[in-house]
T-cell receptor, first 117, second 111 residues
Framework: NAGVTQTPKFQVLKTGQSMTLQCAQD?????MYWYRQDPGMGLRLIYY???????DKGEVPNGYNVSRLNKREFSLRLESAAPSQTSVYFC????????????????FGEGSRLTVL | TQLLEQSPQFLSIQEGENLTVYCNSS?????LQWYRQEPGEGPVLLVT?????EVKKLKRLTFQFGDARKDSSLHITAAQPGDTGLYLC???????????FGAGTTVTVRA
């Protein structure tokens, strides 16, 4: 079972470069999310898509854009990378939007480790 | 964003010992989840607790949700090296059910 697949797993960028992180899920989930994980700060929500065709900002959206390409795929784009965006990025999915139920489970990918020099 | 504080930040114990990890907040949550994350992987859900005072057991792991639904604890009995990982708590708000994550507790169980 693939679950949630993220690419690439590792990336090094120079300040000002752009890149897109790809995410795909094969569980027919309605909702998808992008988080970043930094030491001592836990997981912070960047953007989410409650259903195909919708996207919304999370806690830390500045410097990022997203596209819900179809029900399976949700991409995260850094237009002009900054050292502060060095982090581990996780894509996640859930059957229903987390705001719809308080018992929803998030399924995470393995993460994409991004370093911005 | 509702703040969840986890303690301790790091915990290193010998195989066979018991341990407890705490998750505290000044906010009330409609539910509390615990995830475990192993190095190089994403978090995986262990349990969801919904009712104040609820206790759930998962083999050697015992999870408790505080009566006031502001805090939770995770107790591991007779820890094994396979329990090593980052334990994250996540609370769902009472109004919008959006999840807020704690910073995590890194548990290392030495053989």
């Amino acid at each position: 079972n693939a679950g949630v697949t993220q690419t690439p797993k590792f990336q090094v960028l120079k300040t000002g470069q752009s890149m897109t992180l790809q995410c795909a899920q094969d569980m027919n989930h309605n909702s998808m999310y992008w988080y970043r994980q930094d030491p001592g700060m836990g997981l912070r929500l960047i953007y989410y898509s409650a259903s195909e065709g919708t996207t919304d900002k999370g806690e830390v959206p500045n410097g990022y854009n997203v596209s819900r390409l179809n029900k399976r795929e949700f991409s995260l784009r850094l237009e002009s990378a900054a050292p502060s965006q060095t982090s581990v990025y996780f894509c996640a999915s859930s059957e229903f939007p987390l705001g719809y139920t308080n018992t929803g489970e998030l399924f995470f990918g393995e993460g994409s480790r991004l370093t911005v020099l | 964003t509702q703040l969840l504080e986890q303690s301790p930040q790091f915990l290193s114990i010998q195989e066979g010992e018991n341990l407890t990890v705490y998750c505290n907040s000044s906010s009330v949550f409609s539910s509390l989840q615990w995830y475990r994350q192993e190095p190089g992987e994403g978090p995986v859900l262990l349990v969801t607790v919904v009712t104040g005072g609820e206790v759930k057991k998962l083999k050697r792991l015992t999870f408790q949700f505080g009566d006031a639904r502001k805090d939770s604890s995770l107790h591991i009995t007779a820890a094994q090296p396979g329990d090593t990982g980052l334990y994250l708590c996540a609370g769902a708000g009472t109004n919008d059910y959006k999840l807020s994550f704690g910073a995590g507790t890194t548990v290392t169980v030495r053989a």
